[in-house]
């Protein structure tokens, strides 16, 4: 039982280029969620999905796209990578919307230069 | 969801009792008061909730005062790997109800 993985854990990438950030959860979970942590500041919420084949906009959503095709998998899409999207993502994954845990990844360290 | 107010950084001796307070005076009944909290640059991770009475599971304990409009979090015997950022967050049950971090305190434990 892996819980919810991050791939990739690293990137650095050119300003304009584009990439995909992936987050599989494998406990059956209907929620997910996709956050950016910039330094000194807590965790903001970009995109979440309610279940499959939905998505939702959260906080900070400009700049990204996601996706839920498959129920364990939320992707996170940077079409023109900004130096203004170096953070760290992370991406979480819960039973339901309210009074349940979330569960994170560890996180995908993204640096635009 | 309520704003949440915490001290920005903590220090606590290793083997005491650690504990975080936390004031959510705009809370309402509905919401729940949830902890969590960050290691270094690893994910968050969950502590505990709790809606108005006190809670306590095998990490931490959750006292809720009876007005609700502040709670505090208490690691009975912290240990050096309990350094981290602890996030309170207040929290609604009807409907989604995202997660909304603020900054948290930062708690650190020493020798």
Redesign the interface.
């Known amino acids: 039982n892996a819980g ?1 993985t991050q791939t990739p854990k690293f990137r650095v990438l050119k300003t304009g280029q584009s990439m995909t950030l992936l987050c599989a959860q494998d406990m059956n979970h209907e ?1 997910m ?1 996709w ?1 950016r942590q910039d330094p ?6 970009i995109h ?1 999905s ?1 279940g499959e084949g939905t998505t939702a906009k ?1 906080e900070v959503p400009d700049g990204y796209n996601v996706s839920r095709l498959k129920k364990q998998n939320f992707l996170l899409g940077l079409e023109s990578a900004a130096p203004s999207q170096t953070s ?1 993502y ?1 991406c ?1 994954s819960s039973y339901g ?3 349940t ?7 995908t ?1 993204l640096t635009v230069v | 969801d309520a704003k949440t107010t915490q001290p920005p950084s903590m220090d606590c001796a290793e083997g005491r009792a650690a504990n975080l307070p936390c004031n959510h005076s705009t809370i309402s009944g509905n919401e729940y008061v949830y902890w969590y909290r960050q290691i270094h640059s690893q994910g968050p991770q969950y502590i505990i909730h709790g809606l108005k009475n006190n809670e306590t599971n095998e990490m931490a304990s959750l006292i809720i005062t009876e007005d609700r409009k502040s709670s505090t979090l208490i690691l009975p015997h912290a240990t050096l790997r309990d350094t981290a950022v602890y996030y309170c967050i207040a929290r609604g049950n009807t409907g989604f109800q995202k997660l909304v971090f603020g900054t948290g305190t930062r708690l650190l434990v020493s020798p």
């Not at chain 1, 845990?101 to 996180?107: D, K, R, S, T």
């Open positions: 919810v929620y969620y956050y000194g500041m807590g965790l903001r919420l979440y309610v959260g760290v992370f979480a919307g309210r009074n845990e979330a569960f994170f990844g560890q996180g360290r």
